[in-house]
Every structure is written in structure tokens, then in C-alpha cells.
């Protein structure tokens, strides 16, 4: 576990800011265990299985610079703050809406229940939730993730600390969102609860398919100890540039990323099916098709088929009211009988399966979408960057249909098209950061637990913030200049 220094010295609060740096090598040391985390507690048997779903929820405000004198709060602090404004009279609902698995669950598990949740913050939310104040919120979510007789129903996934769509952020900040993302969550929920994220639920679900920016993705989770990804499943493709056969979308396959050098890097992915409609999740959709599931066959074992979805967890009428009236009876019918069908977390369901003799190497190799075009005008030649890079210029000029702008759950719309006004000082702060501190600084203590450091590297992740191209020009971009600006004046 984490080092006597590191468990007395570990505020989650420094300088006024989230604590997302300067104990790198701890973090590391915590997420690189690996030893099963479910298995150990998990009350449910593959055996007596043939299907299963899992559900997450995905949960985000950005921080954006408008509070009374141009400070940086969450957004949630700024619907409270203007309630006139579009639909921020919701203010009060999303705050429960971020509070309220912690009422759920422990009164599913105390009427006798096995409930499953997946939850998804990013760093922006935890944090203006802490700078507004509302600590219930927070301990609502410490008592289910903390608490020995709630935390096995709980899986926390992680994610980029600052909502960055993994395509258009910087290659050498991937590393760092991750990293403060793990910070900032073990600072609140402490070092145990940090060894249980094993896997990852990207922004937007967004999967990049240039080959270099996705291994670097794929290394960096993999250096950061997370076990899978969540992918949507029309974000990836077959070796050959197929789809995905129906049934394979209901268990693991193995996402294969090959740099422009020839180097390969893997991880598992569990499949979201469908679209990303709150719908699916807010009337447990997942459930009802894992009734008409069945158990399939996965290498030399057959394991229970597995129904996986995302949704936000707060926006919509949907997740507002019909999330709350849905989830409990779908417990309450599987503690009933359940037709063999159960919920699984994405970790424990992987232990269950591999424990029974599934191998991770067994699992279906996908690929991006799109990358077999690449490929397929490289055959029989050996990978270079030069290479690589003429193939996906030949592409773009010839191949309508193709772009390296990855795919996501919203594809109809472009992160970059459009959005140089944000991108181009993102792209630039990003530049200035890593001139001034070097890929040693990174790591090294005495560097990146300084206050300066702290600042900079806040700057340049709020950047990188979805919501400033999400949103559209206009007050969103003019939020986006002036992190800019004062990431630039830090760094000066």
C-alpha cells in the first residue's frame, strides 16, 4: 500500500486546489497491485449464471472561471448561483442525482439485495462539489465506497480528471489526467478504495484511432494498473475491418493498438452496446436484455454473456425521475428468482470469468475503426512513422468516410472541426507546459509538489475540458481563453 509518508502527508486540499500531483510514485505503487479485488467478496457463482448486465453512470460539471470575481468553480456552484438562467433551476436535482446512490444502495443491500453500480466522476465534479460546500455530497459517496459493507456492490471506474476526449488531447498530457484523476480520488476516498479501479470509462466514450495517439492511450492506462476500457462497439472494428459479430459484443475482446514504429500494446475492453440514450440505463434496459441472453462460448470455457452500458447519471428527465422508480425492482426481482440473470460489476465479472479459466488472450481482437484502412495500404510493408502518415494524409483526400478523429457515443459531432479558437491555445499551453518541465520533472517530487507546478498543470487539464468545444462558441470559447491566458501567466 501507499508509503507512511504518503498516508500522513496526503491532503486533498493544497493551495486552494485539488491535490492531482506530487505523489507519483505512490500512486504507482497502489495502482500497480495485482492481486483480485472482487474475487474475495464477490456473493455471486459463474457456475449458476447464464447471463448478466452491467450499468454505469457517468457524472460531470466543468470548472469554469465565473465565480464572483473570475474565480474557477464547478459549474454546479454556477447553476445555484443564477438560477434564472436556461435550466439551471435543476441545480438541485443533479446535486442529488450526485448524492444518491449512496441512499440506493444501502437500502437495496439492507433488504436482503445484490445491487451493482458503476460510477464515473471526473475531477472537475469531486472538486466543485468540495469548493461549494456540499460535503453531505461527498459523504454520501465515501460511505458506499469506503464502507466495508457497501463498497462490494460499488465499482469506481476512472477517467481523464478533466473530461478531456482522449483524439484531441495532447499525447504527453494523457499520462497526467490519468494520474490526477488517481491523485484526487485517493485524497477523498483514500488509498484502498484507490486500488480497487481497475477499469477506465473514457470522456464522451471516445476512442482515438490514429495509431500513435491510441497507443499511448492504451501504455498509459496500462503503466497507470488499469485492467480494461470501456469501448462503444461501433468504435471498433475486427482485424480486418469488420464489425463486431453480434454476440461477440456481449463478452470481453481485446483492443490491440499498433504504433506507427510497429509496437503493440493491448487491454481488454468490455463492449457498451448501442447508443448512448439515458434511456437504456434509466430503465435498466441492460437487464431485460440480459434476460434473452444466454451463456457463450469464450476460448476453452463458457461464461455467462454480459450486457454493458453507460448513461449520465444526472441530465435528462429520464435519469432525473425514472432511474429512481426503476433501478430498486430490478434487485428486488433477481433477490426474488432472477431467472439466473444477475448484475456484475466490469472487475468482477473479468475475476469470475478468468478465475473459471477464461485467458485474456483468448478474448476477440478488435481494433479502432478505421485502422484497417491504414494497414490494409501498408501490407508487406514495414511500419514507419513517414509511412504511416502518408497512408492517413492519402486517406483523408481520397476516403470521405475517413478521419483520425476517433469515434464516440455523439458522432455527429466533431471535437476539432471547428474549434481551432480552442484548440490552438489548448495545443499551445500543452507545449509551454512540457518546455518548461521535463519528462524527469514529471515524477520527481520536488517538482510536481510545488505550488507552481500545481497551478500549471491545472491550467493546461481545464483546457482540455470538453465542455469548451461541447458547447459551442460564445461564452464556453471565452471560458476556454481565459484559462489560457492564465495557465500562460503561470508559466511565464
Known sequence: MASERAVLEFPEVRSQLPNLCGWEAEVTAVTQADEPVWLPVTNLHLESIRAGFACALHMHQPTIPAGANGELIGNLQAMFEHPQQGDNHNAGVFAWCYSRMGEFIPDLVARGCTPRIMLDYSGNLLWGLRQMGRHDVLDSLKRITCDRQFWPYVEWLGTMWSHAVVPSTPIPDLKLHIQAWQHHFAAIFGWEALARVKGFSPPE????????????????????????????EHSVERLDGSPLPHDDKYIPNRLVARNARGEIASITVLIKTQGSDTKLVAQMQPYHEAKGRDRQQLGRVEVPSLVSQIADGENGGVMMNEFPRDFGPVWEAIRDGGDRVVGFNGTEYLELIEAAGANPADYPACQATGQHKIWQRLEGEEASPARVEAAIADLKQNDPHFHTEGASWTNNLSWVQGYGNVLEPMYELSARFHQRYSAADLQNPAVTQTATYQQALLHNLLLQTSCFRYWGQGTWTDYAREIYDRGMAVLQ
Open 205 to 232: 466514450m471516445h476512442l482515438p484511432n490514429h495509431p500513435d495517439t491510441l497507443f499511448e492511450y492504451i501504455k498509459a492506462l496500462k503503466e497507470c494498473g488499469y485492467r480494461w476500457l470501456l469501448v462503444q
